[in-house]
């Protein structure tokens, strides 16, 4: 059975020592399935999370490549070709790595935010 996005992914707003703030993708067993890079304040990190949304409907956007021991990696871009999330997870096959992509496609301005910098 399929989950519908609102049980199976949600965003987590964060804040790390030096106060730059970030966000996380996570599923529902609170695994971190993308990373963003660091903002300077927590509006322009909740745009970011609108960029991963709108991005993650392009196939275009997503850049996945072999890297050592044949794992594979996936990196989102913006329309100018900027890395603006990464997916910390190698995976063992293209397959498995196209088939995630596949998953983010369901992400929507719905997916739920948890700020933990409150």
């Known amino acids: 059975m399929k989950h519908s ?3 199976k992914f949600f965003f ?7 106060n ?9 067993e609170d695994k971190i399935l993308l ?3 660091q903002f300077t ?3 322009n990190c909740r745009n970011g999370i609108k960029t991963v949304i709108r991005n ?3 196939e275009e956007r997503f850049e996945v490549e072999q890297i050592y021991d044949k794992k594979w990696m996936v990196r989102m871009k913006t329309v100018n070709s900027k890395t603006i999330a990464i997916i910390p997870k190698e995976f ?10 596949e998953d983010l496609k369901s992400l929507s301005l719905k997916t739920p ?6």
Not at 12 to 18: F, R, S, Y
Not at 20 to 28: G, M, R, S
């Open 41 to 43: 304040n927590k509006t």
């Open 92 to 101: 063992d096959t293209e397959e498995e790595a196209k088939n995630f992509i």
């Open 5 to 7: 996005n609102n049980e």
């Open 35 to 37: 990373k963003s890079w």
């Open 56 to 58: 993650s409907k392009n």
């Open 113 to 118: 935010i948890v700020d933990k910098t409150k």
């Open 12 to 18: 987590e707003i964060n804040k790390d020592k030096d």
């Open 20 to 28: 730059f703030f970030y966000f996380q993708l996570k599923n529902k």
